[in-house]
């Protein structure tokens, strides 16, 4: 039992060592298309401030930007534009609590709300965590997402985001 413990709370410390607690980084974003394979290149700034707020501002294209401020989710991406209550629209709600748990380092909350499966993995200093969907991916969830963090000081360095429909959006951190 007190090997148990200890196991349990070594996982814990890993955890909280990889949290983001705070992040602010430039970002290049690229998206590629399932169905086209058409391929956009995007870049901008990113400001988590370890809770409920996510701010990514572009630069390229300049104007966008995806903002989670609590329950609320402002998007001008790709000529659409709009507020949404993540409470109100199941969809959003679920995207905004699987990007704000995988920051967060609640791997295994963003795992179950996307009936997904959770691997850690170290290699080359790097750490990776996989969150890849068992079966049908709930509406609006993710098939995938992808964390790498590097070992030494513990930064996301890039996060790999697939959707449902096969969108793959890949962002690269400074």
Not at 29 to 40: A, D, E, Y
Not at 73 to 97: E, H, P, T
Not at 104 to 117: F, M, P, S
Not at 148 to 153: A, G
Request: a neutral charge; one cysteine or more.
């Amino acid at each position: 039992m007190k090997h148990f413990s200890l196991i349990i709370i070594a996982l814990l410390l890993s955890v909280a060592a990889f949290a983001q607690t705070n992040i602010e980084t430039d970002f290049t974003q690229t998206k590629v298309l399932k169905v086209s394979g058409k391929t956009t290149e995007k870049a901008g700034h990113i400001v988590f401030d370890g809770n409920d707020h996510l701010t990514m501002t572009y630069t390229q294209p300049e104007g966008e930007y995806f903002i989670i401020e609590g329950n609320m989710v402002k998007i001008n991406l790709d000529g659409k534009k709009a507020d949404l209550d993540a409470n109100k629209v199941k969809m959003v709600g679920l995207q905004r609590s699987t990007l704000l748990n995988c920051l967060n380092g609640n791997w295994e909350q963003a795992a179950t709300d996307n009936n997904a499966e959770l691997t850690v993995t170290e290699e080359k200093g790097t750490k990776t965590v996989s969150i890849v969907a068992n079966g049908k991916v709930p509406k609006g969830g993710y098939k995938s997402v992808v964390l790498t963090y590097r070992l030494s000081d513990g930064k996301i360095i890039k996060m790999v985001l697939e959707e449902a429909i096969g969108t793959i959006n890949t962002y690269n951190m400074e």
